[in-house]
């Protein structure tokens, strides 16, 4: 076994703005001796998100940045390949956060057996996955849409976005989605089943917005930041939520945007109409995953929530995929199918 | 009693930026007849109050603005002076969103009986009225301090300030008090019973907050805005609450301060952090009136809660007495004394 090579995706440069491809680095690196205790996994599946672009960045986001020569990060369907460790046998099929690469020892911390039924391994990283459980959360934790009440997502036809607008019409709220181009707005109403659906590259956008939200905005899922965000803020209704989940807009800028500062008219805002603003990220909700789980999975069998996934082939080329997914390139959830001739 | 006559101070002119005495104008009307149902208010405490600024602009806040020639809004103690309404009697003290003026004709709609035990009148419009409600609700249902976290105020000595710092020391938080020059910092400590103090005129002001705050900020109750926000920024803790309850620092700016722009960045720090800001007023949280009467006045009788007060005597000097407590001169709850002679 200890001939085995493991290919891998690094952080060569720290990106300014969009990154380029030569901010990433594939190399190739021998697989270690498995020692006691140890498991080896063999990826099937790597999940490429909007988080990654700030794991790039040399500051601290939620954790520590990706070091420069580091495997990025990210959400992985694996298999165990050869197992040392009396609580995985071999085939176990897991998601680990492994990052970009063909291969990865583990203790086992942190690498979850999964069972998707019916559905293909990669829904493991999508609709029944971080991003399922982020729109869930998010959406019902925070945001509380109560029947008759508009919710407004960006990003629709994402995998969150997605998810958010079609459980906020499960709940009995209004969805009114943006996306990028015809082609996804047209999925926004044809197939997610959203009340509006806006391009976000319109002209006259924050108008078109407007018009599809006639009793004002009570919850916006916030994932995208920018002028969407821009365009939201004076349809906000008073007692509004909005849970933060995602800026990716922001995550390529380098400097501070121009003025004026309107930080300060956006608190008054708050204050007037008395809205909640709450960030989150999935992990704080970790509790919920099973009460997730469980919803998802009748919805999907129910027919009321579908999904889009969108296949990135071979591991050399996640930097191109996760440089378009940051252009909004991706329509549906993007995924690198990374040994596909394993993967189901 | 139609020979009686009102004195009442109307908004002259819209102030731009601070407001001017000549924008408030006192003129003498008289009272009218008392139909049946009504009752007959005599104003004996005005109460002033940041949110007044906000009144005088030409903008929707949470209500209408005052109109031009229209009586300044305002939370008075009366005495009820002649009564038509089966419901009130002559001598009846109450309390009522009658406005800056000696008398008041009222169908009883809004008026409250009050009952302020061994305290003074003007208590109901301070410690134990609208600015005492917010603290308690602001800083109880939102802010939710638990034990050893830190909770930041800022105008720490004013009605609401003063209450958020003691009641986060009742509740085991510790409490970290922000206000205007040395008396008042020093008051903070000694009478209020915070755990430090800092005056937010000094140069190295961001310097000191940090240092107070060596655990970071878990609760910041956001009653003034401006440079204090800003300096609290960066010592905001993961899962931080911010209750907004006032901007003071903006109620009279006319434009929007020059760029950056910072909001995308604190919309950034909002997802890392995870923080929740929540804006609100006082009648959001009516439900809670009882519980907080109850629990303060036992507080008050316990020596947990103080307060101080700041009368300014005569309604003539009322435009005076706002100007001033919107460049923070006031030290306490500024209350209008409008017919002290009957005033106990």
């Not at 007692?239 to 390529?252: E, S, T, W």
Request: hydrophobic letters at 40%.
């Amino acid at each position: 076994m200890n001939q085995l090579s493991n290919r891998r995706v690094v952080v060569a440069n720290r990106p300014t703005g969009e990154p380029k491809p030569s901010d990433f680095r594939l190399e190739t690196v021998p697989v270690p001796e498995l020692e006691d205790g140890k498991i080896l996994l063999r990826t099937n599946y790597l999940s490429l998100d909007p988080y990654m672009r700030l794991r790039m960045n040399d500051e601290k986001s939620y954790t520590a940045p990706v070091p420069i020569g580091g495997v990025m990060d990210g959400e992985v369907v694996a298999e165990v390949s050869r197992s040392r460790n009396p609580q995985f046998k071999e085939g176990d099929l897991v998601s680990a956060y492994t990052g970009w690469q063909e291969y990865a020892v583990s203790d086992g911390q942190g690498v979850r057996k999964i069972n998707v039924g019916n559905l293909p391994q990669s829904a493991a990283l999508g609709v029944l996955g971080m991003p399922g459980l982020t729109a869930y959360t998010g959406l019902l934790l925070i945001g509380q849409p109560k029947p008759g009440e508009t919710v407004v997502v960006a990003a629709a036809t994402g995998p969150v976005g997605s998810a958010v607008g079609q459980i906020a019409k499960i709940k009995g709220a209004r969805a009114v989605g943006i996306a990028g181009g015809a082609e996804k707005c047209r999925a926004l109403i044809e197939e997610f089943g959203f009340d509006a659906a806006i391009d976000h590259r319109a002209p006259d956008f924050a108008d078109q917005l407007k018009a599809a939200c006639p009793k004002g905005i009570d919850v916006y899922f916030e994932n995208v930041g920018g002028d969407v965000f821009k365009a939201v803020q004076p349809l906000i209704n008073d007692f509004a939520r909005i849970p933060v989940c995602g800026l990716i807009a922001h995550y390529n800028a380098s400097s501070r945007p121009q003025g004026p500062d309107m930080l300060p008219e956006f608190m008054k805002q708050v204050l007037v109409k008395r809205f909640t603003i709450r960030g989150f990220i999935v992990s704080d909700f970790a509790d919920h995953a099973l009460d997730f789980y469980k919803a998802m999975i009748e919805w999907l069998a129910a027919g009321k929530v579908r999904y889009r996934e969108d296949f990135v082939d071979g591991l050399e080329n996640a930097p191109d995929g996760l440089i378009g997914l940051l252009k909004g390139k991706n329509f549906g959830k993007v995924i690198v199918r990374v040994a596909p001739e394993t993967a189901k």
